[in-house]
């Protein structure tokens, strides 16, 4: 799936204005344990489910009390465990599986990755 700038700067803008984070929106700084990222990718997934929305979003480079804009030296596209890309190890890992995909927006403040979860498969 791929999105174009200007709708991943309108959902980031609707996301960060939101008044609290929800079981289906998360914001990180600089997470990079690929454990807890899978971990957070089905909390999320599940949450969605329940609350009947059709995605989820886990966005790195926002404060989570403020929602401010901060940007994120955490790069999915580059992030590996042992020799695997972060993206195929979390495809395998999870079960259910869950359809996901990273996108990456680059805003005046510095790079801004989300994790824009599609659905879940069971």
């Known amino acids: 799936m791929n ?3 200007e709708y991943l700067r309108s ?5 960060c204005s939101l008044p609290y984070e929800t079981g289906w929106v998360e ?4 997470n ?13 997934s599940n949450s969605a489910t329940l609350e009947g929305k059709s995605h989820a979003y886990m966005v790195w480079g926002v404060k989570d009390d403020s929602h401010e804009v901060i940007g994120t030296t955490f790069n999915p596209f580059k992030s590996k465990i042992g020799n695997e890309e972060l993206e195929s190890w979390l495809l395998r890992q999870l079960s259910p599986r869950i359809l996901f995909v990273f996108h990456e927006l680059i805003t005046h403040l510095g790079k801004v990755d989300r994790l824009h979860l599609v659905g879940q498969k069971k």
């Open 11 to 15: 959902l980031l803008s609707e996301l």
């Open 3 to 5: 999105r174009t700038e």
């Open 27 to 30: 914001f990180k700084h600089n």
């Open 32 to 44: 990079k344990d690929h454990e807890s990222i899978g971990e957070y990718i089905s909390a999320l």
